[in-house]
């Protein structure tokens, strides 16, 4: 009787720590979508810790306060959308998950109006960082605009970076 060696892949769930194989007429199956015991989807993935869903949450914050901000508006709903919303839905969807690094290089890459954030988005609305006086701001609204544009463009940027450097198109 001849002796073979078989290989199989053994699953286990990060969630509930229990482990099975998964084979189909005598084969390997696909990767299944759930764990057999705990029945989560996201059993494979390590818990996110309560930083990275801040950083997270920011980012997706971005779409709706450069659409507020700069006005840009989504034609059929009268929404306001920027139009690198779709490149965060694309980033954060992004598997394996991004880093704290790369999630805080989207965010605080910029640095041209010392972070917006929805806490103070009205209440720094025209303030820019005066040049003249280190710390301190003064109001123009016009260069405010510039400003945010070009924040908004170089977020778009550094999300177009880090989503090519992962190999996705």
Known sequence: MPISKIEVSEYQCI???YKWINRVNGK???????CVKCKRTN?????I??????LR???SYLKSLYGFQLGW??????????PGAQLIEKFLNL????TVAELKRVLYGSGLLNGITSQNQFRRRGWIPDPN????????????????????????????????SRGET
Request: glycine residues 8%; proline residues 7%.
């Open 15 to 17: 969630k509930c720590g």
């Open 95 to 98: 598997y394996p998950r991004p």
């Open 43 to 47: 059993w494979n993935e390590g818990s």
């Open 133 to 164: 006086k280190s710390g301190w701001l003064k109001y123009d609204y016009e260069k405010y605009k510039k400003l945010l544009k070009q924040e908004a463009q170089i977020h778009q940027e550094l999300l177009q970076q880090i989503i090519d």
């Open 49 to 54: 810790a309560p930083r990275e869903i801040a």
């Open 73 to 82: 508006q989504h034609p059929c709903e009268g929404e306001f959308q920027w």
């Open 28 to 34: 390997d199956g696909i990767t299944p979508i759930r």
């Open 57 to 59: 949450r920011h980012i």
